[in-house]
């Protein structure tokens, strides 16, 4: 199994911020790791696909980068509205997988 | 636009067996590479892929749990149906499904229904 192990676990920031999560996958998966933003009592949402091929409706300030076994989410100047767990997931190996989640906290 | 939503009982006993239905719109798990998947999320909010369904009636399940889940569709009713025996306190979670696209992530999930495990 692959495990995606993110860090940091929480981070707590003021708006205007750049955030940086990191995901780290057990062994290599190539260039795919999907992003996921879930905020307070929601259904997590795909944030981003691998290649920063960021989805219609999301903010150009959530990019992604990453290969091999070292994957990274930043979002850059933080909004409020970004408050929320951050997830990766890889679906290059049976089973697929998620990291265990960044909270993202607004100072 | 693609909707999905859980349907299901929210309570049942240990050793029953759950059965959830995902009712899908906006998309026909009859198109080359599409999947509908389950995702479950622990109160602590880990979320743990379950199962998925290929277009082509393709399975696959989680190592972990494979001997209790059964995962089917009916495309006539835009439905996919999963089944877990033998229900213990630790499956108490949110239940998710979600459409797969071709190549892609889970996109977009559904509203999730909550499933708790007591006696």
């Known amino acids: 199994e692959i495990v995606l192990t993110q860090s940091p676990d929480f981070q707590s920031v003021t708006p205007k911020e750049n955030v940086t999560i990191t995901c780290r996958a057990s062994?290599?998966?190539?260039?795919?790791v999907y992003w996921y933003q879930q905020k307070p009592d929601q259904s997590p949402k795909l944030l981003i696909k691998y290649a920063s091929q960021s989805f219609s409706g999301v903010p150009s300030r959530f990019s992604d980068s990453g290969s091999g076994t070292d994957f990274t989410l930043t979002i850059n100047s933080l909004e409020a509205e970004d408050a929320a767990t951050y997830y990766c997931?890889?679906?290059?190996?049976?089973?697929?997988?998620f990291g265990q989640g960044t909270k993202v906290e607004i100072k | 636009q693609i909707t999905l939503k859980e349907s299901g009982p929210t309570l049942v006993k240990p050793t029953q067996t759950l059965t959830l239905t995902c009712t899908f719109s906006g998309f026909s798990l009859t198109t080359r590479g599409v999947s509908v998947g389950w995702i479950r999320q622990t109160p602590g909010k880990a979320l743990e892929w379950l199962a998925f369904?290929?277009?082509?009636?393709?399975?696959?399940?989680s190592p972990s749990l494979k001997s209790r889940l059964t995962i089917s569709k009916d495309t006539s009713k835009n439905q996919v149906v999963l089944t877990m025996t033998n229900m213990d306190p630790v499956d108490t979670a949110t239940y998710y499904c979600?459409?797969?696209?071709f190549g892609g992530g889970f996109d977009p999930w559904g509203q999730g229904i909550l499933v708790t495990v007591s006696s």
């Open positions: 062994q290599s998966i190539g260039g795919t």
């Open positions: 997931h890889q679906n290059n190996g049976l089973p697929w997988t």
């Open positions: 979600a459409h797969r696209p």
């Open positions: 369904i290929y277009w082509d009636d393709d399975k696959r399940y």
